[in-house]
């Protein structure tokens, strides 16, 4: 396992609602980026937070938004739901903002509904 | 054109076969490069880096042409434990918004008996 938890594992939503996802990182990981994958396609960078920062944002509007706490712990808040945020919500932590080496240990993700 | 494009797949081979992924990707400022593995209803994990010089483990090999901004990924002897969709992976190098990681859509593998 990774040691990367997320919660809750699945939920269910309807239009217009709003949704926090939490997400606890690997011990002495300071970085935590949050991806988007829907079904069939590959995980889409929403945003990386680094000691409490954002620190890049991919192509997602406003109503995407995110925490880290000091005890480098994420949220990621979503509000008026639409259709098209069911997915699954993937949370990855890793050390420094630059991970080069490529390798982002993922939790098992929220998968969220929108009916 | 898509960051990053991979074969639509999916791929069904019988145990012990060889097979290739590709992938290309359209940024040529990008600086680094792996594939992830996904299994079913389970969160990605990295596979292994790529690098210009290629590089193997194992039964895989990994190849960089950053001429033809194309990388492949080799599966030699299929085990029915290699099922699962693998993710071609590409980061832009640095902080910011570049520092995040692009995936392509992937590409499903079946090894059957």
């Known amino acids: 396992e990774t040691g990367v938890t997320q919660s809750p594992t699945h939920l269910i939503k309807t239009r217009g609602q709003q949704v926090t996802l939490r997400c606890s990182s690997q011990?002495?990981?300071?970085?935590v980026s949050w991806y988007q994958q829907a079904l069939g396609q590959g995980p889409q960078f929403i945003f990386q937070y680094y000691r409490e920062e954002e620190n890049g944002r991919g192509n997602f509007p406003p109503r995407f938004s995110g925490l880290q706490f000091p005890n480098y712990s994420s949220e990621l808040n979503v509000n008026a739901l639409e259709l098209d945020d069911s997915a699954l919500y993937l949370c990855a932590s890793s050390t420094g903002t630059n991970p080069n080496t490529g390798e982002l240990f993922f939790g098992e993700g929220s998968r969220l509904t929108v009916l | 054109r898509k960051e990053v494009e991979q074969d639509p797949g999916p791929f069904n081979v019988p145990e012990g076969a060889t097979v290739a992924f590709n992938c290309t990707y359209s940024n040529s400022a990008s600086q680094s490069f792996f594939w992830y593995r996904q299994d079913c209803r389970k969160e990605p994990k990295l596979l292994m880096s790529v690098y210009s010089s290629g590089n193997e483990d194992g039964r895989f090999t990994a190849q960089l042409n950053r001429a033809s901004q194309y990388i492949s990924l080799l599966i030699r002897d299929s085990k029915l434990s290699d099922s699962a969709t693998y993710l071609c992976?590409?980061?832009?190098?640095?902080?910011?918004?570049?520092?995040?990681?692009?995936f392509g859509k992937g590409t499903k593998l079946s090894v059957k008996p």
């Open positions: 992976v590409v980061n832009m190098g640095y902080g910011g918004s570049q520092g995040n990681l692009i």
């Open positions: 011990s002495g990981h300071n970085t």
